[in-house]
């Protein structure tokens, strides 16, 4: 089983002046305000409140870096980024956002991981992701959020129906914090990403 031997909060930013060096292989957590990017790194690393969640979306408003020693292979840093698509937000603090994860994705970013929730797909925010992290040759891991909000039998046409509108090979990672499936399969995914030749 993979799992986090130490995992750790290491800083956080609110502007790129404030951006910590790298110093380790970044994997960005990206999806939509309320997607569960939070729970979903608490659940990777076995911990209920190493990043901080919450029912009110728009929660994480800063840019989170913890430092991640899993029990095979080497140190990771797993970042945590404020979610898009909240609309109850003010143009000004709308803009601080776009110009924090602009400034965010022109880092050398190791890996992704896209978080969709499992009743929605894939809007014009996250296909303008996609095509930024492609032409950039981003690896993009994309997970299929809560669910458990779904049957069992409507989860599988999901992750189909996301899958061929993401047009890729492999199939989302479903994920449910309420029954931890997922994690093993994301585990896997993240510690076998091989980047492409640049
Ligand atoms: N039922 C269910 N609820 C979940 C799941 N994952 C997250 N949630 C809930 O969804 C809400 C939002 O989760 P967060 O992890 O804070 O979401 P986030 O993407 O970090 O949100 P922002 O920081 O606002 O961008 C919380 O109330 C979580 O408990 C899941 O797999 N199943
Ligand atoms: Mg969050």
């Not at 790298?22 to 957590?29: D, G, N, Y």
């Not at 602009?102 to 797909?121: C, G, K, P, S, W």
């Amino acid at each position: 089983m993979i799992r986090a031997n130490c995992a750790t909060f290491f800083t956080a930013a609110t502007d790129k002046q404030h951006f910590p060096k790298q110093t380790l292989p970044e994997i960005a957590f990206i999806g939509r305000s309320n997607v569960g990017k939070s729970t979903l790194i608490n659940a990777l690393t076995n911990t209920n409140n190493l990043a901080r969640t919450s029912r009110t979306p728009g929660r994480t408003r800063q840019i989170n870096w913890f430092h991640i020693t899993p029990n095979r292979g080497s140190m990771l840093a797993f970042v945590d980024l404020p979610g898009f698509g909240y609309a109850k937000i003010s143009k000004q603090e709308r803009s601080t956002w776009q110009t924090l994860v602009q400034n965010y994705l022109e880092r050398d970013i190791y890996a992704t991981l896209l978080l969709i929730d499992v009743r929605r797909h894939i809007e014009i925010e996250e296909s303008d992701l996609l095509s930024w992290l492609s032409e950039r040759n981003i690896p993009i891991i994309p997970v299929i959020t809560k669910a458990d909000k779904l049957s069992k039998s409507k989860q599988k046409p999901a992750s189909m129906a996301l899958q061929h509108q993401l047009n890729m090979k492999q199939a989302p990672v479903l994920f449910s914090s309420l029954s931890k499936e997922g994690i093993q399969t994301l585990w896997h995914r993240i510690l076998s990403i091989s980047k492409p030749n640049k």
